[in-house]
């Protein structure tokens, strides 16, 4: 179990951890040198893979690819059920062991509210048909709940160069089902270029009109010597803090992902943690409540006493020395909440799998005829 130093809570007492909040490079072998040679070489193999990926593509995706580039986002049934078909299209040769019986999905579907969804970088070639999953279940969710033409578009940040590699069709199309590039730099990213990306961005999720899909690791995620904490950015956490000076709520949902690996890249598992909501009151002060803390054996240890200490209260107050922190000061405070959420539900989800992977069986038709355990969704597989 992971044991963050520097933390210490009382009752109703957030102290400041020492940490910044800013990702913390030491032992990561990034540096602004390293990480400008490590994008040119990065950006060369996306253009070449992408090339490569164009020209062995089969009609019927170079038609499927031209066809999704012509689409265009609305909150319209029939963009519902094609997102839907898309995301199954992307998901559909894997097997996942996923949490469904919390129904965690089926409730932020019928709040219709806009939500952030976090996850983690598990394997950043498996990541996409990961995200198709849970994008599946989402829209499930959504069509289930009646939302048909009431729903939040799906808004997917991603490193915008994975879409300056892309040909102009297929970028339309990742573009056409809510991907929005941003520059992923740590030390050199160009801030006006974000500005246009998040502006319109945290304008529809004000209004209720977007979801937000993203990888707080960014570029971290391949520093492994690190813990998550340590590659989580601080980037979400300024977002939900932004938008709680306009939004008076903000809703963010952890998920874990573990992916298999060589004879097991079949077998894939996720947890969907409990959501985690960002209140401002009408004092202006923050509360947050605990989402799995209280309950997982992964938990850090200080957290989850804080919180057996507010047993009951469903909204907690952030607070630094028993004052309620300020405003302009709870980033840091909301960066650690998230990244001790996310990191139960990556270890959640690393459990579920080394199970499933002993367990499971390799015979797809006896998958369909284990009713009791798995629920098929016409092509994925997920345990009940």
Not at 14 to 36: D, L, Q, W
Not at 128 to 150: F, H, R, V, W
Not at 325 to 334: G, H, L, M, N, Y
Request: charged share 30%; net charge positive; with cysteine.
């Amino acid at each position: 179990m992971y044991i963050a130093p520097n933390y210490k809570y009382s009752i109703n007492t957030y102290n400041a951890p020492k940490r910044t909040s800013e990702p913390h490079f030491c032992g990561g072998g990034i540096n602004a040198v390293s990480e400008t040679g490590m994008r040119g070489v990065e950006y060369s193999f996306r253009v070449i893979g992408n090339r490569i990926s164009d020209f062995f593509a089969k009609p019927y995706i170079k038609n499927a690819v031209s066809f999704i580039s012509g689409v265009k986002p609305e909150q319209t049934e029939k963009y519902l059920v094609l997102l839907d078909e898309i995301s199954r299209f992307y998901s559909s040769a894997k097997k996942f062991h996923v949490n469904i019986q919390d129904k965690i999905l089926e409730r932020v579907a019928a709040g219709g509210k806009s939500t952030i969804f976090i996850m983690n970088h598990s394997n950043q070639g498996q990541d996409p048909s990961m995200l198709a999953c849970l994008n599946t279940l989402l829209t499930d969710a959504y069509i289930k709940a009646g939302k048909k033409e009431d729903f939040p578009l799906p808004k997917i940040i991603l490193n915008q160069d994975i879409l300056k590699t892309m040909n102009p069709v297929k970028r339309k199309a990742f573009e056409a089902f809510g991907a929005v590039g941003i520059d992923a730099n740590l030390f050199s990213a160009d801030k006006s270029v974000n500005a246009r990306a998040f502006f319109p961005l945290i304008k529809g999720f004000i209004k209720d009109k977007c979801n937000i899909f993203i990888f707080p690791e960014g570029k971290m995620a391949i520093s492994q010597t690190l813990d998550l904490n340590e590659r989580f950015q601080s980037g979400v956490a300024e977002m939900v803090s932004k938008i709680l000076g306009i939004k008076k709520e903000v809703t963010v949902v952890p998920v874990g992902f573990s992916d298999g690996k060589g004879a097991d890249k079949e077998f894939n598992a996720m947890h969907i943690g409990e959501p985690v909501t960002f209140k401002r009151t009408d004092e202006g002060h923050t509360t947050v409540t605990a989402g799995l803390i209280p309950k997982s054996e992964f938990a850090d240890e200080a957290f989850a006493k804080f919180f057996r200490e507010h047993e009951g209260e469903e909204d907690v107050v952030m607070t630094h020395e028993k004052v309620p922190i300020k405003p302009e000061d709870t980033v840091k405070f909301i960066r650690r909440l998230l990244s001790e959420n996310l990191e139960i539900c990556t270890k959640e989800a690393d459990k579920k799998f080394k199970i499933e992977r002993n367990n499971v069986c390799e015979d797809i038709e006896k998958l369909k005829l284990a009713g009791d355990q798995w629920k098929y969704f016409e092509g994925l597989y997920v345990k009940k």
